[in-house]
């Protein structure tokens, strides 16, 4: 089935640095969505991508959709405290609308 | 407009005992989905609902486990019998259809925990 791994597992920063991660899969996908997700909280969009070879910002966030189709960048710019929290790729199954395949996160901790 | 809103937050069951999860949607979404996330994990899809229909529903749905939304608004979960292995959060969340959006709204969830 359709599977998406994320990079990498988990994140140790510096508050101030960029942080890159990224999401891959053997299938191809026709929308790459980035969601974070608080402790305790449901996952929130932070930016949805539908074209391949989409760059598409959202403040410091910055997303790409892999020319293959099968790839999907995030970078956080300047990162603060607050960014810390689990982020997700997701796209939805080819089989059916709306379902949502999920990566396994990355988690990001920033250090003051 | 005040989101998805999920009842309980917590619960915590023995084993064997039948629980009971309430969802009520953004009031104008007519699309409802069930995601289950244990830890270290992204969300598993469930099942979702469009208006009282529902559409499909996964192979992680066992036969312990049904949802309805009998109206086409808020939705129930139950599971019954539960199993250790059922100590999840889980997650609603809505959308409209017939949208080129994906991106739906997803609730704070209920965090089961079987003992």
Same mark, same amino acid.
């Given at each position: 089935?359709?599977?998406?791994?994320?990079?990498?597992?988990?994140?140790?920063?510096?508050?101030?640095?960029?942080?890159?991660?990224?999401?891959?899969?053997?299938?191809?996908?026709?929308? +790459?969505? +980035?969601?974070?997700?608080?402790?305790?909280?449901?996952?929130?969009?932070?930016? !949805?991508?539908?074209?391949?070879?989409?760059?598409?910002?959202?403040?410091?966030?910055? !997303?790409?959709?892999?020319?293959?189709?099968?790839?999907?960048?995030?970078?956080?710019?300047?990162?603060?405290?607050?960014?810390?929290?689990?982020?997700?790729? !997701?796209?939805?199954?080819?089989?059916?609308?709306?379902?949502?395949?999920?990566?396994?996160?990355?988690?990001?901790? @920033?250090?003051? | 407009?005040?989101? @998805?809103?999920?009842?309980?937050?917590?619960?915590?069951?023995?084993?064997?005992?039948?629980? /009971?999860?309430?969802?009520?949607?953004?009031?104008?979404?007519?699309?409802?989905? +069930?995601?289950?996330?244990?830890?270290?994990?992204?969300?598993?899809?469930?099942?979702?609902?469009?208006?009282?229909?529902?559409?499909?529903?996964?192979?992680?749905?066992?036969?312990?486990?049904?949802?309805?939304?009998?109206?086409?608004?808020?939705? /129930?979960?139950?599971?019954?019998?539960?199993?250790?292995?059922?100590?999840?959060?889980?997650?609603? !969340?809505?959308?409209?259809?017939?949208?080129?959006?994906?991106?739906?709204?997803?609730?704070?969830? /209920?965090?089961?925990? @079987?003992?």
């Amino acid at each position: 089935g359709q599977q998406l791994n994320q990079s990498p597992q988990s994140m140790f920063i510096q508050e101030g640095e960029d942080v890159s991660m990224n999401c891959t899969s053997s299938s191809i996908f026709n929308t +790459w969505l +980035w969601y974070k997700q608080d402790p305790g909280e449901g996952p929130v969009l932070l930016i !949805a991508l539908y074209k391949a070879g989409e760059l598409t910002s959202n403040g410091r966030l910055t !997303a790409q959709f892999g020319i293959t189709r099968k790839d999907s960048f995030l970078n956080i710019s300047a990162s603060i405290p607050s960014d810390v929290g689990i982020y997700f790729c !997701a796209g939805p199954r080819s089989t059916s609308y709306g379902k949502l395949t999920f990566g396994q996160g990355t988690i990001l901790t @920033v250090h003051p | 407009d005040t989101g @998805v809103s999920q009842n309980p937050r917590h619960k915590i069951t023995k084993r064997g005992q039948n629980v /009971t999860f309430r969802c009520d949607p953004i009031s104008e979404h007519n699309r409802l989905y +069930w995601y289950r996330q244990t830890l270290g994990q992204g969300p598993e899809f469930l099942t979702y609902f469009q208006n009282e229909a529902q559409l499909e529903k996964s192979r992680l749905l066992s036969d312990r486990f049904s949802a309805e939304r009998p109206k086409g608004s808020f939705s /129930t979960l139950e599971i019954q019998r539960t199993e250790q292995g059922d100590s999840a959060m889980y997650l609603c !969340a809505s959308s409209r259809s017939g949208q080129f959006n994906y991106g739906y709204t997803f609730g704070s969830g /209920t965090r089961l925990t @079987v003992v």
